[in-house]
């Protein structure tokens, strides 16, 4: 066995794993910028974040989510998803990353083929500006329905009647009138992990068991954990578990830049596994509000471990 592996659940207070204890809502949590802004650097672009509060819809990544404690007054809670980030990350990445996290939307008859910044069950939003279309050639009428056909990842896209709920220069939102059987799956299946990272939290250092010797712990809904090791100011070591799975990533020795999956802690998993872990950690990560630098570096490993398997 892995020096460092362990059975879920296990609480062995030597153990380098934290305990499984995501039942509890535990630890100090700071609702603030989305992980979008940390890792891609989008702080600069206040334009769309304004715009989006401004026409009601919920921030994009740009933007600050609101303060700590504060309850989300939504019935339906709304995802950030990726928005043009080859620029920064070049292809390999971004094509993963929009597989997972990014989405588009046409707004039939009405010359919009654009990208989808927040998504619910209840509706989404677009961005609706560009240079070579600007919005003021479209003549939106408040509560007026549009036909749409939504792409969501890499799934098939579905045709939905959307009302127009709000919009302005630079956003456009629309409430779902009747989604289809296939609509309600796309969606479901798009924002299954993506709503778990919405609800982890970090966990404060207080509830960990003496001997733990990690530095940072998220925790969430349906057993979902990842557990940081820093060394020298760079993640050099993670477990990412979910459900009964754990899936470990390591530094490749003397190269905190480059990371691959743990071989020998991971050789109980399925061939599959790691490809289907690393995704759904990458697509829950994008989501952590407060995680800060921690998840940042969590997310570009990731990233990269995913561009690999592709």
């Known amino acids: 066995m892995h020096p460092m592996q362990f059975k879920c659940g296990e609480l062995d207070e030597t153990s380098r794993c934290g305990p499984m204890l995501t039942s509890r809502r535990l630890g100090n949590f700071n609702e603030s910028m989305s992980i979008f802004a940390k890792l891609f650097g989008l702080k600069s672009d206040h334009s769309v974040s304004s715009a989006v509060s401004s026409a009601g819809a919920s921030a994009v990544s740009t933007s600050t989510a609101g303060t700590a404690g504060k309850p989300d007054p939504r019935r339906f809670k709304r995802v950030n998803l990726v928005v043009d980030v080859a620029e920064r990350l070049g292809p390999q990445s971004a094509q993963v990353l929009t597989q997972i996290a990014g989405a588009t939307a046409k707004v039939l008859r009405e010359n919009l083929d654009a990208p989808v910044v927040d998504l619910s069950h209840n509706g989404l939003a677009l961005r609706q500006y560009t240079e070579s279309s600007p919005s003021a050639l479209r003549p939106w009428v408040i509560g007026q329905s549009y036909d749409l056909e939504v792409s969501l990842g890499q799934s098939p896209s579905f045709q939905v009647r959307g009302r127009l709920a709000r919009f302005n220069e630079m956003i456009v939102a629309f409430e779902f009138e009747q989604l289809e059987v296939d609509g309600h799956v796309n969606v479901d299946r798009f924002l299954d992990a993506k709503l778990v990272g919405l609800n982890m939290r970090a966990v404060d250092r207080a509830f ?5 010797d990690f530095d940072f712990w998220y925790s969430g809904p349906r057993d979902t954990n990842f557990i940081l090791w820093f060394k020298n100011s760079q993640l050099s070591l993670a477990q990412v578990q979910v459900g009964e799975k754990v899936f470990w990533l ?3 020795a003397g190269d905190l830049a480059t990371w691959e999956p743990d071989p020998e802690a991971n050789s109980k998993l399925e061939p599959s596994d790691p490809r289907k872990l690393a995704s759904f950690a990458l697509d829950a990560a994008l989501q ?9 570096a969590l997310v570009k490993h990731l990233t990269s471990i995913c561009s690999q398997a592709a």
Do not use: C, D, L
């Not at 960990?208 to 733990?212: D, E, L, N, S």
């Not at 952590?288 to 940042?296: L, Q």
């Open 208 to 212: 960990f068991h003496a001997g733990q």
């Open 250 to 252: 390591k530094s490749q």
């Open 288 to 296: 952590i509000r407060g995680g800060g630098e921690p998840v940042a």
